[in-house]
C-alpha cells in the first residue's frame, strides 16, 4: 500500500520534476544567498585539501562575550512562548541602549521595539507589511532586493559611485525620485555598510533625511554594524528623521552571535501601525524568537565594562586589519575605500581590466572564480549586490583569523593604543596573507597566467 502511494505521489502532476506547475513563480531561479553559496563552496574545497582564503562569508570573527555565554546557559530551561513583539524586560533595555548610545536626542519606548528572530527575518517582515516599491543604494547587501522578490515587490536601484566611497549622495537621491515620481516606497540604507565599509556622517544623513522628508520616504536604516564603528562613532539616521526611520539591529555582529538570530526593530510612534502588522505577520509565521536567547539578550544588552572593553578590542582589531589590507590592494593599483566599521571593503580592480582581458576575465563574477581557483581566495563579486555584471567590483570580508586568540591579546594590549604590523603578523596571519596573495595575482604577467578554456 505504502509503495503504490508514493508511486501515486510521483506521477501526480504536483510532482512532475519537469514542469513544476505548482512551484511559486517568486522561486522559480531563486538561488541560495550569495553569502552562504561562497561559505559552503569554500568549505567543500577546504575539505579537498585546499588553503582558502575565506574572505567571502561575513560573520564575526569574535567569540560572544562570556557573560553573554553564562547567561543563555542559566536560562536554557526558559520553555514558554514568549510574546511575539519580544520579551517586555528585553524591549525596554533594547530601548536604553539605542537611546544611550546611538539615538540621544530621541526618546524610545519599549512600545516601539520588536524582537525577533535575526534582523534578516523582520527587514523581510517589514517589506511584506509595507507592500511599497524598494528603492536601494547600488551596491547593497545580497538579501535585499532577493527578500522584495520572494514578496513580488518592485525594487529600484539608485547609483552611487566610487569617488564618493559608494555613500548614497541626496542629491542623487532626489534627482532619482523626481525623475521617477511615486507614492508608497521603502529606502533602505545600511551603514557602516556592508559590502563597502563606509559609514555616514553628520551632514550626510541629515541631507538624506532633508530629501526623504521632502518625498515623504519610510526610511529602514540597517545599523547592524553600529557598534563595530572602527572609532566608536556611530551616529543613527534617527536623530535626524525620528518620524520615519525604522532602525534595524541584533546581536549577530557587535556581539558575535550570529546564530543566536536575535534581531529587532525600532520604530517611531507615527509609525505604530505598521509596527503592528510586522507583529501580526510574526505571529502567523515564527511566533516568538527563541526564549533563552531572550533572556540571554538582557545580558549583552546591560553592557557594562566586560562589554565596552570587548568592543573597544575588537574595534582595534579590526581597523588595523583593514587599514593594512587596503593599503596593500591600494599600492597594487586597485582602487578601494578605507572602510570605516565592520568587516567589509569593495575593491574596484577596473585599473587592471587590460591585464585581465589577456587572462579571458572581463566581469566581477569571472574574476572572482579565478582568484578562488588560481590562488584560493574567495570573495564575492560586486554583481551580487546590485552593482553592473562587467564591473570588476567585489566584496572582500577582512575576518579570516581567530577572533578570541586576537581579543585575548589585544586586551593584554593598552587600550588606547592602536594595533601595529607585529600584532597583524600573529593574530591575522591569513588576513595579511591573503592581500599579499591578491596582489600577486594581479601583478603576474599576463604570459604567465594559466591557458583559459573557452
Not at 525600532?266 to 509596527?275: D, K, T, Y
Request: aromatic share 8%; glycine share 8%.
Amino acid at each position: 500500500m505504502m509503495e503504490k502511494m508514493r508511486t501515486d505521489m510521483a506521477n501526480s502532476p504536483a510532482f512532475d520534476s519537469k514542469t513544476h506547475p505548482h512551484l511559486n513563480p517568486r522561486l522559480a531561479g531563486a538561488q541560495t544567498s550569495a553569502t552562504l553559496a561562497l561559505n559552503e563552496r569554500s568549505i567543500q574545497l577546504m575539505a579537498e585539501g585546499r588553503r582558502i582564503f575565506r574572505f567571502g562569508f561575513g560573520q564575526s570573527p569574535f567569540p560572544i562575550p562570556a557573560r553573554v555565554v553564562e547567561a543563555l546557559r542559566a536560562n536554557a530551561a526558559e520553555r514558554n512562548y514568549l510574546p511575539t513583539a519580544g520579551l517586555g524586560e528585553l524591549r525596554r533595555a533594547i530601548a536604553d541602549f539605542h537611546q544611550t548610545r546611538s539615538h540621544p536626542q530621541t526618546t524610545i519606548d519599549a512600545e516601539d521595539i520588536v524582537v525577533g528572530p535575526g534582523s534578516k527575518e523582520l527587514i523581510f517582515l517589514t517589506q511584506l507589511a509595507f507592500g511599497g516599491e524598494l528603492l536601494l543604494p547600488s551596491p547593497s547587501w545580497v538579501s535585499y532586493r532577493p527578500q522584495a522578490r520572494l514578496l513580488g515587490l518592485r525594487a529600484h536601484w539608485i547609483e552611487t559611485r566610487s569617488d564618493r566611497g559608494w555613500r548614497l549622495q541626496a542629491e542623487d537621491l532626489d534627482r532619482y525620485i523626481d525623475r521617477n515620481p511615486g507614492a508608497g516606497r521603502l529606502l533602505i540604507i545600511n551603514y557602516p555598510n556592508n559590502p563597502t565599509g563606509v559609514s555616514e556622517t553628520a551632514d550626510g544623513l541629515a541631507a538624506l533625511a532633508s530629501v526623504a522628508r521632502k518625498h515623504g520616504l519610510v526610511v529602514l536604516s540597517d545599523e547592524i554594524y553600529a557598534e563595530m564603528h572602527h572609532t566608536g562613532n556611530h551616529i543613527s539616521l534617527a536623530r535626524f528623521l525620528p518620524e520615519s526611520t525604522i532602525v534595524s539591529s541584533g546581536l549577530s555582529k557587535w556581539c558575535g552571535a550570529g546564530g543566536w538570530r536575535l534581531g529587532a526593530l525600532v520604530f517611531p510612534p507615527q509609525l505604530r501601525r505598521l509596527r503592528e502588522a510586522v507583529i501580526s505577520a510574526a505571529s502567523e509565521t515564527y511566533s516568538a524568537a527563541s526564549a533563552p536567547v531572550q533572556y540571554a539578550a538582557l545580558c549583552a544588552y546591560a553592557a557594562g565594562p566586560e562589554i565596552e572593553r570587548y568592543l573597544n578590542d575588537a574595534r582595534r582589531i579590526l581597523r588595523a586589519a583593514g587599514r593594512s589590507v587596503c593599503a596593500r590592494l591600494r599600492e597594487a593599483g586597485v582602487e578601494v575605500a578605507a572602510p570605516e566599521g565592520g568587516f567589509y571593503m569593495f575593491p574596484d580592480f577596473s585599473q587592471h581590466r587590460e591585464r585581465f582581458e589577456a587572462r579571458g576575465i572581463r566581469t566581477g563574477r569571472e574574476l572572482c572564480a579565478r582568484l578562488l581557483e588560481e590562488t584560493g581566495v574567495a570573495l564575492l563579486p560586486g554583481e551580487d549586490f546590485g552593482r553592473p555584471a562587467n564591473e570588476l567590483t567585489a566584496r572582500l570580508a577582512f575576518v579570516d583569523f581567530d577572533g578570541a586568540s586576537a581579543l585575548k591579546a589585544a586586551s593584554e594590549i593598552a587600550p588606547q593604543n592602536e594595533l601595529g604590523t607585529d600584532f597583524l603578523s600573529l593574530y591575522c596571519a591569513n588576513v595579511v596573507e591573503g592581500a599579499e596573495t591578491i596582489a600577486a595575482w594581479i601583478e603576474a604577467n599576463p604570459e604567465n597566467a594559466p591557458e583559459v578554456s573557452r
